[in-house]
């Protein structure tokens, strides 16, 4: 794969910065991730750390080199960040209340998968122009995307962390083209600049510098008041074409409560299996794992035992 990527922050006029971001890369693929950390929540940045944490380490854990259901691969990944950054909540002896919005995308074998949740987006360029971008779980967004059964007048209603159970938004598989742009960013950024201008920086020479001029500008445009403003930034410049696909549509079109049980009941399963191996290891050894093992494993367990997963669900429907 030959690509190029740059990842910029800066906090704007606000007090610090909640927003997160990260590239992890493999010998076959590539994780973008940002975060945004609710800022009338305590604890966003705490939200956005764990959500980043735990996408790196799902996506390092990977074994296998190609993952075989992108989509799946990514919602359980916000499940699961949903279900930590609650678990640290009840655990923490501070008065927090930690939420973040969250956007992911995984490219490999020449196409881009993304998943989201709340109102940070994720924008596919190509020629210079806007392809396609993710939906915000937002009442207006919603109404211009044709969506009826959020209330225009509600702002953002969706993010992972807290009481609420996450609504989680899969994207299509995209075969990228030579000379595509992602862009993942926090909703300072599509708030403090126009994407037509946004475009343009993405298509100079330096991504690194475009970037972190680009987010300076947007400073600079807003001096009495700037939310944190990210991006991740990525250039596809691989001239060959696509590889196999692995999306199965199905995943998609599966409703969001349909999906969360689903996924729920494929960690059941795998944890189960994981005790009793940890059971029987533990019985011949006799040795105590060290602390925070457990959920590693079980992290590492969940990743990779995706496609067991799809099968038995298909097999099940």
């Known amino acids: 794969m030959q690509y190029r990527y740059s990842i910029s922050t800066e906090k704007g006029t606000r007090d610090y910065n909640q927003d997160r971001a990260a590239c992890l890369e493999g010998s076959d693929s590539v994780l973008l991730i940002l975060a945004d950390g609710l800022g009338g929540h305590a604890g966003g940045d705490i939200a956005a750390d764990i959500l980043v944490d735990t996408a790196s380490n799902a996506f390092l854990k990977v074994r296998t080199p190609v993952i075989e259901e992108p989509s799946l691969f990514l919602a359980l990944i916000l499940q699961h960040s949903h279900r ?5 909540t009840k655990k923490s002896e501070k008065d927090i209340d930690p939420r973040t919005t969250a956007v992911l995308c995984l490219i490999q074998n020449g196409y881009a998968y993304w998943a989201h949740a709340g109102d940070s987006r994720l924008y596919l360029f190509r020629n210079g122009a ?11 967004d919603q109404a211009k995307g044709g969506v ?19 609504k989680i938004s899969l994207g299509p598989e995209i075969a990228l083209q030579y000379g595509d742009r992602l862009l993942l960013c926090s909703d300072g950024v599509w708030h403090g600049m126009a994407i037509d201008e946004v475009s343009e920086y993405l298509y100079e020479e330096n991504l690194e510098e475009a970037t972190d001029t680009m987010l300076e500008t947007i400073e600079k445009r807003h001096p009495d008041q700037c939310d944190n403003v990210t991006v991740v930034a990525f250039a596809w410049d691989d001239k060959s074409g696509p590889g196999r696909s692995m999306q199965h549509e199905h995943i998609r079109e599966l409703t969001d409560n349909a999906l969360w049980r689903a996924a729920r009941e494929a960690e059941k399963g795998i944890r ?4 009793s191996n940890r059971m029987q290891k533990n019985q011949s050894s006799k040795s105590k794992l060290p602390a925070g093992a457990y959920a590693s494993e079980d992290l590492d367990s969940i990743i990779n035992e995706v ?3 799809v099968k038995q669900w298909e097999e099940g429907k």
């Open 130 to 140: 806007q392809l396609t971008r993710t939906l915000d779980h937002t009442g207006s």
């Open 307 to 309: 496609e067991s997963f």
């Open 148 to 166: 009826h059964d959020v209330s225009a007048k509600k702002g953002l209603y969706n993010c992972i962390g807290g009481p609420s159970r996450p």
């Open 272 to 275: 189960s299996n994981a005790r």
């Open 84 to 88: 930590a950054i609650n678990r640290y």
